[in-house]
């Protein structure tokens, strides 16, 4: 916490501390820039206490900006998010958008925020996202400024919507509670991409002395360029959204009960609302995680992807109201755990990947009863990131639509459906194993809101059938053939390590030479998104564009197996993914569990080497 009295700033050097030249250049730059009374004093203080291994933390390097924007956690220093770094990269990025854009003043931009916040910093979403709309607006450019917190879903929405030329949404999503973050659509409603991040970045760095007007945000408040799309916006989406609602008589009759929690987050309102939208009745909310709190007091990591630990508040509800199907989202919306209640009593989570087979079996059969002309398939696609269930791919084979898949992440998946729209094509479903769907493409992102009715509208439909969602999954392994995955990962802090290792698997068996087998599993196939080699192309060229940045192979196996390692763009993790596929008929899944348990384990041991190479497990 900063200190309550004001102390002057050492002379830079004068602490006697021998602080390196770099460090005393920025902390005085900082000193001079930064009006935020908590950031500062803290940083005297810090100066005055000689304490050179934190300022290094806080001023060790700038937060770099990405396609994924900005994620750090909030505190004083061009390492963190704060009043200072939020006006420096908006500032940035409204220089680099008057570059890109002749009608940015007649169009605009839009903002929203999560209901993150750090009082020892005195940095908030609310906050930054006004930071941010004042830079904007003293330069002239108008803003959409949500009122209060809405989920990330309806940012990239009003960009579309209202025609704009970008869009920012402070949020950290599902990261721990100090961080925060500042997430950028372009102007076709997906996240940037390439080379727009490096642009944007440049431009940062040339505009870091903040403007005469920066500090001054109640100047937006009397402004005509300040707009809040807040009512409007909301009653457009679903509106939208009821168009995705394929059972309405149906879903008036319900008797299914749901329990939903919004895991201290923003989608407590909003998902009410989608389900009034489809005629369902509300479900039933954890009330000990139903408001936003940024303390996130009862959960570890405020992430459902974390399964049954994040999920226990919302069992013990549906349990007493005797609910079978729990949904979760995480605490910006976005994102969608399913969890259902099994016959034997226990509690059944289901994975991104299975939940994204039944949501895209659900969109295409429904789409399937309103369009029986067969010709129109082949304008329709799915799409699902290339470390994701191959169970699209499965389906579209047999039905006759196309499959196509992408880089990792929903930008790729984003920029992709909207160039397909633009040729005139028909998306009808996205999606990421780490529990990101994309239901209705009005949303190029994952948007966990749609996505909640929809799996409810989906669970409501089968239990009319007397079929449970664990059952109906069955019916489809059975249907287009068994997919079974396992994902996990270590834990790496060091990059010169993870070189290694990834370098290892390229010079396997001599230079140049990729591992032939695993253990007992033969390959058949490699592609290396890091260099862009591919075996199974003629010329041995990956389809998929290569990054050097990040390290990413995928070795297929003779008996059906594809496994992925890579490395996490935001943790210290390097990361696997398998899956066996099965051709269609009656597999038997528990023998497929046993080989794919052993290709994991081959993978681990010949691949990972975890003793070689140090590497700490994931922690159950």
Request: aromatic fraction near 10%; proline fraction near 5%; hydrophobic fraction near 35%.
């Amino acid at each position: 916490m900063a200190a309550a009295t004001p102390t002057p700033a050492p002379a830079p050097g004068g602490s006697g501390s021998g602080m390196d030249a770099r460090l005393e250049q920025e902390t005085a730059q900082w000193l001079r820039w930064d009006r935020n009374p908590l950031t500062s004093e803290s940083v005297k203080q810090l100066i005055s206490e000689s304490n050179e291994e934190e300022l290094q933390k806080c001023f060790g390097a700038r937060m770099e900006f990405g396609t994924a924007g900005l994620r750090a956690p909030m505190g004083a220093g061009i390492s963190r998010m704060n009043d200072l770094t939020i006006i420096q990269t908006t500032q940035g990025f409204c220089r680099y958008l008057e570059k890109q854009f002749s009608d940015l003043k007649q169009r605009g931009v839009v903002i929203s925020f999560d209901a993150r916040a750090h009082p020892a910093s005195g940095g908030s979403s609310r906050r930054f996202a006004r930071l941010a709309a004042t830079a904007f607006i003293s330069q002239g450019v108008p803003v959409y400024l949500f009122s209060d917190i809405t989920p990330t879903p309806f940012v990239p929405y009003a960009v579309l919507h209202l025609k704009l030329c970008a869009g920012i949404m402070i949020t950290a999503s599902h990261n721990p509670k100090q961080d925060n973050g500042y997430k950028v659509y372009w102007d076709n409603g997906a996240q940037i991409i390439s080379p727009h991040d490096q642009g944007i970045s440049r431009a940062i760095e040339e505009n870091l002395e903040p403007w005469p007007k920066a500090w001054d945000e109640s100047l937006i408040d009397s402004s005509s360029l300040l707009h809040n799309p807040s009512s409007s916006i909301s009653k457009d989406y679903f509106e939208d959204l009821q168009k995705y609602c394929f059972r309405r008589s149906v879903n008036k009759e319900s008797t299914l009960k749901f329990v939903h929690t919004s895991v201290h987050g923003v989608g407590h309102e909003f998902v009410q609302l989608a389900f009034k939208a489809f005629d369902l009745a509300p479900p039933e909310a954890v009330v000990q995680q139903k408001d936003p709190d940024p303390e996130f007091p009862t959960v570890k990591y405020p992430n459902p992807e974390e399964g049954k630990g994040v999920l226990t508040l919302s069992f013990e509800l549906a349990d007493k109201i005797k609910a079978k199907i729990v949904l979760a989202n995480d605490p910006d919306a976005d994102r969608l755990a399913v969890a259902e209640k099994q016959d034997s009593g226990e509690w059944r989570v289901f994975s991104g990947n299975e939940l994204g087979a039944l949501l895209g079996w659900w969109l295409f059969t429904s789409w399937k009863e309103k369009n029986q002309d067969r010709s129109t398939l082949k304008d329709t696609y799915m799409l699902s990131s290339t470390v994701s269930s191959k169970i699209l791919r499965a389906i579209a084979l047999k039905e006759g639509f196309h499959f196509e898949e992408t880089l990792t992440g929903f930008k790729w998946m984003g920029n992709r459906t909207k160039q397909l729209i633009d040729q005139g094509k028909t998306v009808l479903f996205a999606f990421e194993e780490a529990i990101g769907y994309m239901c209705c493409p009005f949303v190029l992102d994952k948007d966990g809101v749609s996505a909640a009715v929809i799996s409810a509208e989906l669970a409501n439909f089968l239990a009319t059938k007397n079929v449970s969602l664990s059952q109906q999954l069955k019916a489809i392994y059975v249907e287009y053939g068994y997919h079974i995955t396992k994902a996990s990962y270590f834990i790496c802090h060091d990059q010169g390590t993870i070189k290694k290792l990834f370098e290892n698997l390229r010079n396997y068996d001599g230079k140049d030479n990729y591992p032939k087998t695993c253990g007992k599993f033969e390959i058949s196939a490699i592609r290396d998104l890091t260099t862009g080699y591919d075996d199974s192309q003629p010329d041995k060229k990956a389809v998929l564009p290569a990054s050097k940045s990040s390290q990413m192979i995928t070795f297929t196996f003779a008996n059906g197996g594809v496994a992925t390692m890579r490395t996490s763009g935001t943790e210290p993790k390097i990361k696997y993914y398998a899956e066996l596929c099965a051709p269609p008929g009656n597999s038997d899944p528990e023998q497929l569990k046993r080989e794919l348990d052993e290709l994991v384990s081959a993978i681990e041991e010949n691949f990972f080497q975890p003793q070689k190479y140090n590497l700490q497990p994931k922690s159950e």
